[in-house]
């Protein structure tokens, strides 16, 4: 059976952890060529090292996307130097400081929007001009379940998110017509590997009545991942696709 990206290139953000990591595996697992990326080089040396032992191909290019266009701009320039060229870009890095509206000052503010809305809008300005002249190309962005079903912590992080599904709609628009694919993934709660048990629990609780019933791994996210970068979805324009439990789109019955 042929693999879903082979011959494909990617980079993904914030790879070096929990979602991002789970994507970059994946990818590589169906055959693409990935630039692992986040601020910690050795924990890319880790992405990079399980990727390749498992067969696969992959580079770590460190960057600390902070919303300055020239560091998103240094990153598409040495990502595209490590693989030829960039098809498929994912945009998951970002930062979620869970302080309410009346502790957030200026600097969360900005720092949280330059992270999770400014560097992958400059990064995705870099990229795509090169993926319509080489005929085509994929972009997929992360949102969140709590951009359309709020909570009571966490409103600048949301609403950074909102922005990145809207850029997704009007991107989809832009760029669709020239041969470049974008869509975007709102996961759920999704456990990370080093949760305690306390906050594996309390993540279990907000999925209490959802279908699902529980919190969901990076390794479901990654799944959608690869679908959407895949010819599988070549049909499929500007849409925010929930995995989620369930947890925005189905009535939460309380047990």
Request: charged share 20%; net charge negative.
């Amino acid at each position: 059976m042929a693999q879903r990206l082979e011959g494909r290139t990617a980079l993904i953000t914030g790879s070096t952890s929990n979602i991002g990591r789970a994507i970059a595996v994946a990818y590589a697992s169906e055959g693409a060529h990935v630039v692992v990326s986040g601020r910690d080089a050795s924990k890319g040396a880790s992405v990079v090292a399980q990727i390749r032992a498992a067969g696969g191909k992959a580079d770590f290019v460190r960057a600390d996307l902070d919303g300055t266009p020239s560091v998103s701009r240094a990153l598409a320039a040495e990502a595209t130097e490590v693989l030829g060229r960039v098809d498929i870009l994912v945009n998951n890095a970002g930062i979620y400081p869970p302080s309410s509206t009346p502790t957030t000052d200026e600097e969360t503010f900005d720092r949280v929007f330059g992270v999770n809305v400014k560097a992958p809008f400059f990064l995705t300005q870099a990229l795509v001009p090169a993926m319509i002249a080489a005929g085509g190309g994929v972009v997929v962005n992360l949102g969140s379940w709590i951009t359309r079903l709020g909570v009571p912590r966490g409103s600048v992080y949301s609403t950074s998110k909102g922005a990145m599904e809207t850029l997704t709609r009007a991107w989809a628009s832009e760029f669709g017509p020239q041969g470049v694919r974008v869509n975007a993934i709102s996961p759920g709660v999704i456990a990370s590997g080093d949760w305690d048990e306390s906050t594996r629990a309390a993540a279990d609780v907000m999925m209490r009545g959802t279908p699902a019933g529980r919190s969901g791994t990076p390794e479901s996210i990654a799944a959608a991942a690869v679908y959407l970068a895949s010819e599988e979805a070549g049909f499929v324009h500007g849409v925010v696709l929930d995995v989620d439990g369930g947890r925005t789109g189905v009535a939460v019955v309380a047990a």
